[in-house]
């Protein structure tokens, strides 16, 4: 089963406003990591959060991470139509949550965000 | 600096048949992980290779295997094709693939089982 799960699976808004999609988790992680996916193509990085690590900004986006909830937060500021894509949250277990971790990111479903322009 | 090449980028295979799929990685990278995405699983991970080591391995049959050659490239092979396994098959390359360094991916091989 998918370790991630997105919150809402679907977010319709307009140029300009905010986005913000959430994503929580189960077990204790590394890192949290962030991607976009347009239409079926690869993923694109966004970015990554530490498990040590509680907020982070890049450009637009801002990450938050509460490790004592298990949940993360993507917020994209001043939204575009090029923003349009489907985004997930993928986690890399801490090596005390079973087995190794090297390599294996564990996604989350993924919340399509479509902005209108 | 050239970004992860995944070969080819459309494949329609008959069951039964098996196939290869290719993966380069950013130059200077050696991990390679390989992950699957359907619609109804969504991205589940394959394997990962380190200096043409298979480090971990995600919850796949036998017939799904891989490698990874000196160059850091890899590929993955499936055999007897089922249409289950019809899919985007995506690699991700990093650095070290250890916790704390960005995975990197290619734009993945559509892959149609007919």
């Known amino acids: 089963s998918q370790q991630g799960e997105e919150d809402p699976q679907a977010l319709s808004i307009q140029e300009g406003e905010n986005a913000t999609m959430n994503c929580s988790y189960k077990?204790?992680?590394?890192?949290l990591q962030w991607y976009r996916q347009n239409s079926g193509r690869g993923l694109v990085h966004l970015i990554l959060?530490?498990?040590?690590?509680r907020e982070k900004h890049s450009g637009r986006l801002r990450v938050t991470l509460d490790t004592s909830k298990k949940s993360s937060s993507l917020l994209i500021t001043a939204s575009r139509a090029a923003d349009t894509a489907s985004y997930f949250c993928?986690?890399?277990?801490?090596?005390?949550?079973?087995?190794?971790?090297?390599?294996?990111?564990?996604f989350g479903q993924g919340t399509i965000l479509t902005v209108h322009p | 600096k050239a970004g992860v090449t995944q070969t080819p980028r459309y494949l329609i295979k008959t069951r039964g048949q098996q196939v290869t799929l290719s993966c380069s990685p950013i130059s200077g990278h050696r991990s390679v992980s390989w992950y699957q995405q359907t619609p109804g699983q969504g991205l589940q991970f394959l394997f990962e290779y380190f200096s043409e080591t298979q480090r971990n391995k995600g919850n796949f049959p036998g017939r799904f295997s891989g490698r990874q050659f000196s160059n850091s490239r890899s590929e993955m092979n499936v055999s007897t094709l089922e249409l289950g396994d019809s899919a985007l098959y995506l690699c991700?390359?990093?650095?070290?693939?250890?916790?704390?360094?960005?995975?990197?991916f290619g734009q993945g091989t559509r892959l149609t089982v007919v």
């Open positions: 077990t204790s992680i590394n890192n």
């Open positions: 991700a390359s990093s650095l070290l693939g250890s916790p704390n360094t960005e995975a990197f």
């Open positions: 993928a986690t890399l277990l801490s090596s005390n949550a079973g087995g190794t971790s090297y390599g294996k990111l564990t």
């Open positions: 959060i530490r498990s040590n690590e």
